[in-house]
């Protein structure tokens, strides 16, 4: 079957002859694909990490605002603890927010597909950008607590489309390194933030909510951009039954003009279905077929946020402090952690297709452990020895790196490849709700294990990766360079699944291995199936 694959598609391009020499032609990056991956994620998941660090400079100028703003009202100061309440609030609004955009996104992708909801989360963005810009102009803390809200709802549908779009668009054999320019962008906001909210840039009383106002400038690129770039060929075919809008989005993303290849690995997949309907996320989670790919996006994605990485940046500062840092010069150092954040993700995006997702994720958890169960021992010891906070920092950034190795990008990647068309967007929105469900949990409950296990703190964090590296490595599948019907199938023998679907997995990969239409492959495939009857 290899050879007559080979053969096939040397007649269709003879440019790809050397490619074919290892029975895998090489997919080019084009400048469609990189466009299209770039921009979605500029409007999308930047925007979703720049978030996660702008409100850390401007943090006591805005609880002086609210103080102002309560004696302008009221007549009198604002209660400590009432700030503290207004300030909690305004923090954690943002994942309750990411909780109802992650709700909504099945019914918007399912009406506008998933670049036209990528256009129209800008909305959201542009609209959350003038309210907390303006706010301490107009007087109102309500307008920044709104603002956090709505900025909550944009990442929540942005990190819910913005994988399955990029995973929908890339050739199979580039498809991890194209989907972690969602984590790559992630890191690249976290580090802007960090940037911008230097004193000498907006880091100032009178500058602040030029940070927030930055918020739009992203979102206005892509509303600029995107509209020329194509739809996901896959939701064209498969939902909108446009097969020459699909062929042309293929080509586009692709740089080639025979695509049917392409085309019929998403016929395959469709074939490969039990029902083209989009399932509903009750119907995912009584789908039989799919239980243990529904169990192990649950299990990652909790370790994603689980694994103690929001919990670092409450002790970077006070390690900082113990090494003898001076205060003013804590901001640029902390630029480091950012720094480290954003090119350990662009090295796991240039080697995520050779390594594999199965490993990064796993050396990702393994190595937090390991550098978590070294900062509880070197911070026991700081107060003792005048160089163990350098140490500590030490561990602090190796545990950024770790996990940005993988379990920092690679989840949303997973949970785009574990699913065929008809399932994807439910997985998503699960996926979506243990995301955000577990970010909350980590911010409403982790001061509470800091106040109670002091510094053996992380110690839990190190249950939680060792947990997650163990199932990983025993349940997870590679899924590199597979095509989606290839995973499904791969997951057959522990969802238990009947002897005819196995059969019909295997005609689905049959077809996909080869170009259709000759009678060689035909007869092939028919007896590979006398085969597998016969062995039942």
Not at 64 to 83: A, H
Not at 196 to 223: T, V
Not at 465 to 476: D, E, N, R
Request: aromatic residues 12%.
């Amino acid at each position: 079957m290899e050879k007559n694959g080979q053969s096939q598609h040397v007649e269709t391009n003879n440019n790809s002859k050397t490619n074919n020499s290892k029975g895998h032609p090489k997919e080019k990056i084009t400048a469609c694909l990189v466009s299209a991956a770039f921009f979605s994620a500029l409007g999308s998941s930047y925007l979703y990490g720049y978030n996660l660090s702008v409100v850390n400079a401007p943090a006591l100028y805005i609880q002086d605002f609210y103080n102002k703003t309560w004696i302008e009202r009221y007549g009198d100061p604002i209660g400590e603890e009432t700030v503290k309440l207004l300030w909690s609030i305004t923090v954690s609004i943002f994942a309750i927010g990411g909780l109802i955009g992650t709700l909504a996104v099945s019914l918007l992708i399912k009406v506008i597909g998933r670049k036209g909801t990528l256009l129209l989360n800008n909305v959201f963005a542009v609209i959350a950008a003038l309210l907390l810009a303006l706010g301490e102009m107009a007087g109102s803390f309500e307008m920044l607590i709104i603002g956090r809200l709505l900025m909550g709802v944009d990442s929540g549908i942005a990190l819910s489309v913005l994988p399955m779009y990029l995973g929908e668009i890339s050739p199979k054999s580039i498809r991890g390194s194209i989907g972690q320019f969602n984590a790559i962008l992630i890191c690249l906001g976290v580090f802007t933030g960090q940037v911008l909210g230097l004193p000498e840039l907006f880091g100032k009383e009178s500058r602040w909510n030029f940070l927030f106002a930055f918020l739009a400038l992203p979102a206005l690129l892509q509303l600029c951009v995107l509209p020329f770039l194509p739809e996901s060929p896959r939701y064209l075919l498969m939902e909108r039954r446009d097969e020459a809008g699909a062929e042309k989005a293929f080509r586009a993303f692709l740089g080639k003009k025979d695509v049917s290849k392409e085309l019929e690995e998403v016929h395959a997949e469709c074939r490969a279905q039990n029902s083209l309907q989009t399932a509903s996320v009750l119907e995912l989670l009584r789908t039989r077929a799919v239980r243990w790919q529904i169990i192990t996006v649950i299990v990652t994605m909790a370790c994603y946020q689980l694994c103690g990485l929001n919990a670092i940046w409450y002790y970077t500062n006070g390690i900082l402090r113990e090494a003898g840092f001076q205060e003013q010069l804590m901001p640029y150092i902390t630029l480091s952690t950012g720094g480290i954040e954003t090119l350990a993700a662009i090295i796991s995006g240039l080697v995520i297709e050779r390594i594999g997702r199965r490993p990064l994720l796993i050396f990702g958890f393994s190595a937090m452990a390991v550098c978590f169960s070294l900062l509880t021992v070197f911070l026991n010891f700081q107060d003792r020895v005048s160089w163990m906070p350098y140490l500590s920092f030490t561990c602090i950034l190796a545990v950024i790196a770790s996990f940005c190795s993988g379990p920092g990008g690679i989840p949303f990647v997973l949970t785009g490849e574990l699913f065929e068309q008809s399932y994807r967007p439910a997985a998503f929105m699960i996926a979506g709700i243990v995301n955000w469900l577990s970010n909350f949990a980590v911010g409403l409950l982790f001061p509470f294990i800091q106040e109670g296990l002091k510094t053996y703190a992380f110690l839990v964090f190190v249950v939680v990766c060792v947990l997650g590296a163990l199932y990983l490595y025993f349940i997870l599948p590679e899924t590199k360079k597979k095509t989606f019907v290839e995973i499904s199938q791969s997951f057959a023998k522990i969802n238990k699944i009947q002897d005819q679907d196995v059969l019909k997995d295997k005609e689905m990969e049959g077809v996909l291995d080869v170009k259709p239409g000759t009678k060689e492959v035909e007869n092939e495939i028919e007896s590979d199936i006398i085969e597998m009857e016969s062995s039942f």
